[in-house]
């Protein structure tokens, strides 16, 4: 079975804080992603990493970076954490192959108080 | 570049039918749909390949109009174990593009 562990379910960071969080798969994907689900938004991608270094924004990128040294871990940084970020966040991954479905994490909810 | 689903929110008793829709800006390569239940991990449902060619799942079935760039997800006879928030996914080159979601309640 393919896994995408995020290393936190739960956080509580304070405004200002540089927040990281943690994205590990076991499957060998080349593709890995990061979404910020709010209710009535659905899932808005934030950045999205085809290959390891490599990276590119989505839809919602500002305030966020990433890191992906390892092919297997792909890390979101909230560099500067304001309430506006208190949100769910959803780590996926998926073959480089495409058409093929991507398998999701169980989610990291951050409140930024 | 999300794509946008409708509507929103729908309640149905069970045996009841409905239509999910989603819809984009962009050329499609393919339309995915996933359901996710209260607390859990989005769990794929199905994808769609081509234009018009529908796939079913169970009672769950979709339809994928590439021209129109817009899918259809179509439940039948909706059981209980159906509730939860269902998402429409598009491939644009490497990428994937969730929607905004739409929350199904179903009631006995």
């Known amino acids: 079975d393919v896994k995408v562990t995020q290393s936190s379910r739960y956080l509580v960071k304070r405004t200002g804080e540089k927040v990281f969080l943690e994205c590990v798969q076991d499957?060998?994907?080349?593709?890995m992603f990061w979404y910020r689900q709010d209710p009535g938004l659905g899932l808005r991608l934030i950045y999205f990493?085809?290959?390891?270094?490599?990276?590119e924004k989505g839809d919602i990128p500002e305030g966020y970076s990433v890191s992906r040294e390892k092919k297997e871990r792909f890390s979101l940084i909230l560099e500067s954490a304001s309430t506006n970020q208190t949100s769910m966040y959803l780590c996926?991954?998926?073959?480089?192959?495409?058409?093929?479905?991507?398998?999701f994490g169980q989610g990291t909810r951050l409140t930024v108080v | 570049q999300q794509p946008v689903q409708s509507p929103q929110a729908v309640i149905l008793r069970e045996g009841e039918d409905a239509v999910i829709n989603c819809s984009s800006s962009k050329a499609l390569y393919s339309v995915h749909w996933y359901r996710q239940k209260h607390g859990e991990a989005p769990v794929f449902l199905m994808i769609l390949l081509k234009g018009g060619e529908q796939k079913g799942h169970e009672k769950i079935s979709a339809s994928f109009n590439e021209k129109k760039q817009q899918s259809s997800l179509y439940l039948t006879a909706s059981q209980l174990s159906y509730s939860g928030t269902y998402f429409c996914g598009t491939e644009t080159g490497n990428q994937f593009y969730f929607g905004t979601g739409t929350s199904l309640t179903v009631i006995p």
């Open positions: 996926a991954s998926s073959p480089r192959q495409g058409h093929t479905e991507a398998f």
């Open positions: 990493s085809y290959d390891v270094k490599m990276k």
């Open positions: 499957m060998d994907h080349e593709n």
